[in-house]
């Protein structure tokens, strides 16, 4: 069994992330806390949407994984593209 827990809100005032509140997100999972994401407030509903879906995900298989989603869904894509192959 399962849970997702959220610790104490902090304010981030970053160039990336802009003005905002952030809820960093953890599993519960035989006792042990497994940092998943930080939870933004305001956010986009595409990004609400996902982690929704990786909740889900989680839930059903008992926390053993989750698929990334966007740009980086593949993630022997990123290292590839990230340590490309050198050849002599």
């Known amino acids: ?3 997702f827990i959220e610790k104490e809100r902090y304010y981030d005032d970053s160039t990336f992330t802009g003005q905002c509140w952030m809820y960093p997100t ?3 999972k035989d006792g042990v806390e497994y ?3 930080n939870r933004r407030e305001p956010d986009d509903s595409w ?3 996902e ?3 990786q909740k ?3 839930l059903a298989n008992d926390g053993a994984y989750f698929h990334f989603h966007g740009l980086y869904a593949d993630p022997f894509k990123w ?3 990230t340590h490309p ?3 002599n």
């Open 85 to 87: 192959t050198q050849t």
């Open 56 to 58: 889900a995900e989680l």
């Open 26 to 28: 953890f599993m519960v």
């Open 51 to 53: 982690r929704e879906s």
């Open 35 to 37: 940092f998943m994401w």
């Open 1 to 3: 069994m399962i849970e």
């Open 47 to 49: 990004k609400v949407k």
């Open 79 to 81: 290292c590839w593209m």
